[in-house]
């Protein structure tokens, strides 16, 4: 069996629109109005939303557009984005989904990269030269696993049973088109129906880790097992 493909899900992220019972709050109003823009067109971000996200369901795993971006970061420059060997989404808490284009040069600094994800959900589409560099569109994990059908969906968690970087690897590149679930939110647990979409889960470490981290991790396995 030869590997194609190594598809990187970072799933329940924490990257949504402001909610309609924040607009009001004053933080919301503040950078709304020093950005130019209506409340309901900004990211919902707790460096500045800290105070409107209080009483907000689940507000310990909302809010942290940075974690995207960090693992966008590290993902797409990675030896395996540029060997045209990895395929990332992003599946957001609410069910939004968002393909990245491989070629995409995301912008490095995090207000740029609000302001590109913001564009987004109000396009749709981010295109250039011809291109769509990223698209936005409803939509389920279980729908995204059904359409893309990987012959293994691996989801790291520190409760998986515990393999070394180099067994990995090894056993990343035994499959054809495998697909890795990262959770891409601050603190919390896991949705059940997640859980349960994957064919088994898998530890690197016994504690948990920042999300990027163990991006980089998986990439890097699968790029030494690949001879890269």
Same mark, same amino acid.
């Given at each position: 069996?030869?590997?194609?493909?190594?598809?990187?899900?970072?799933?329940?992220?924490?990257?949504?629109?402001?909610?309609?019972?924040?607009?009001?709050?004053?933080?919301?109003?503040?950078?709304?109005?020093?950005?130019?823009?209506?409340?309901?067109?900004?990211?919902?971000?707790?460096?500045?939303?800290?105070?409107?996200?209080?009483?907000?369901?689940?507000?310990?795993?909302?809010? +942290?557009?940075?974690?995207?971006?960090?693992? $966008?970061? &590290?993902?797409?420059?990675?030896?395996?984005?540029? #060997?045209? %060997? @990895? !395929?990332?989404?992003?599946?957001?808490?609410?069910?939004?989904?968002?393909?990245?284009?491989?070629?995409?040069?995301?912008?490095?600094?995090?207000? +740029?990269?609000?302001?590109?994800?913001?564009? $987004?959900? &109000?396009?749709?589409?981010?295109?250039?030269?011809? #291109?769509? %560099? @990223? !698209?936005?569109?409803?939509?389920?994990?279980?729908?995204?696993?059904?359409?893309?059908?990987?012959?293994?969906?691996?989801?790291?968690?520190?409760?998986?049973?515990?393999?070394?970087?180099?067994? $990995?690897?090894?056993?990343?590149?035994?499959?054809?088109?495998?697909?890795? %679930?990262?959770?891409?939110?601050?603190?919390?647990?896991?949705?059940?129906?997640?859980?349960?979409?994957?064919?088994?889960?898998?530890?690197?470490?016994?504690?948990?880790?920042?999300?990027?981290?163990?991006?980089?991790?998986?990439?890097?396995?699968?790029?030494?097992?690949?001879?890269?």
């Amino acid at each position: 069996m030869t590997f194609k493909k190594l598809t990187l899900v970072f799933v329940e992220a924490a990257l949504e629109l402001v909610p309609k019972e924040c607009w009001g709050h004053r933080a919301v109003i503040s950078e709304a109005e020093r950005r130019g823009k209506r409340p309901s067109q900004l990211l919902l971000d707790r460096s500045y939303h800290h105070a409107a996200m209080k009483g907000l369901a689940d507000a310990h795993k909302r809010g +942290r557009p940075d974690i995207v971006h960090f693992c $966008l970061l &590290e993902s797409l420059g990675s030896v395996l984005s540029k #060997k045209g %060997l @990895l !395929e990332v989404y992003v599946h957001t808490r609410d069910d939004k989904l968002i393909w990245i284009n491989p070629e995409t040069r995301l912008p490095r600094v995090y207000e +740029r990269f609000k302001g590109l994800i913001e564009t $987004l959900y &109000e396009e749709r589409v981010i295109r250039s030269e011809g #291109k769509n %560099l @990223l !698209e936005l569109r409803e939509g389920t994990l279980a729908g995204l696993l059904s359409s893309l059908k990987p012959d293994q969906v691996i989801l790291m968690s520190e409760k998986g049973d515990r393999l070394t970087m180099k067994d $990995l690897g090894t056993l990343l590149a035994s499959f054809q088109r495998p697909a890795v %679930l990262i959770g891409a939110f601050p603190r919390g647990e896991l949705e059940e129906q997640t859980v349960k979409m994957a064919d088994r889960a898998l530890c690197i470490y016994e504690e948990p880790l920042e999300a990027w981290t163990v991006a980089s991790r998986v990439i890097c396995s699968l790029e030494l097992a690949l001879g890269y």
